[in-house]
Each structure stands twice: as structure tokens, then as C-alpha cells.
């Protein structure tokens, strides 16, 4: 398991289009790709889970990368969250 913290620093937070940009971007991957915000856990394919999260601007999430390509997901989460966020 592989994982990264990062703070939101979009002031709208996680909302659906970021949400959705996340579902899209872990969609090729093999690894299961999860996203935590103090006690609640969202897996970051389904949109749903991710807005039910309710990150708002400067709440640290964490993103934990778990599978057969892993390596490849984190640097590409690592590079792209920040955009999206």
C-alpha cells in the first residue's frame, strides 16, 4: 500500500466536478484507490462516496493506492490531485 496526504485548497472543495475528475482519473487502474478524511473512507471510483466525504477547503485528505499497478497510480494522483483540488 501506497499512500500521500494533501490539503484542499480549492474553496469549493471536493464538489462534484472535482469528484468526478478523480472517479475518471483512477477508472484504468487495477489498484484499489481510497480516500480518507478523518474517520470516513470513500472510494474514489464512485462520485457518490466522494462527495459524501464533504472535504472543504483546507481539510487534509488522505490517498492510499493499493494494487498490482499502484506505483503508476500514486504518481499520477500525486501530479494530478493538486490540479483538481
Same mark, same amino acid.
Given at each position: 500500500?501506497?499512500?500521500?496526504?494533501?490539503?484542499?485548497? %480549492? /474553496? #469549493?472543495?471536493?464538489?462534484?466536478?472535482? #469528484?468526478? #475528475? =478523480?472517479?475518471?482519473?483512477?477508472? /484504468?487502474?487495477?489498484?484499489?484507490?481510497?480516500?480518507?478524511?478523518?474517520?470516513?473512507? #470513500?472510494?474514489?471510483?464512485?462520485?457518490?462516496?466522494?462527495?459524501?466525504?464533504?472535504?472543504?477547503?483546507?481539510?487534509? &485528505?488522505? &490517498?492510499?493506492?493499493?494494487?498490482? %499497478?499502484?506505483?503508476?497510480? =500514486?504518481?499520477?494522483?500525486?501530479?494530478? =490531485? /493538486?490540479? &483538481?483540488?
Amino acid at each position: 500500500m501506497t499512500w500521500f496526504q494533501y490539503v484542499i485548497s %480549492d /474553496p #469549493a472543495g471536493m464538489h462534484a466536478r472535482s #469528484a468526478a #475528475a =478523480i472517479s475518471r482519473m483512477v477508472e /484504468p487502474f487495477q489498484s484499489q484507490v481510497c480516500i480518507r478524511l478523518k474517520t470516513k473512507e #470513500a472510494d474514489a471510483s464512485k462520485v457518490m462516496a466522494l462527495m459524501g466525504l464533504k472535504a472543504k477547503c483546507g481539510d487534509r &485528505i488522505e &490517498i492510499r493506492v493499493e494494487g498490482p %499497478d499502484e506505483q503508476e497510480a =500514486i504518481r499520477i494522483l500525486q501530479a494530478s =490531485i /493538486p490540479t &483538481i483540488l
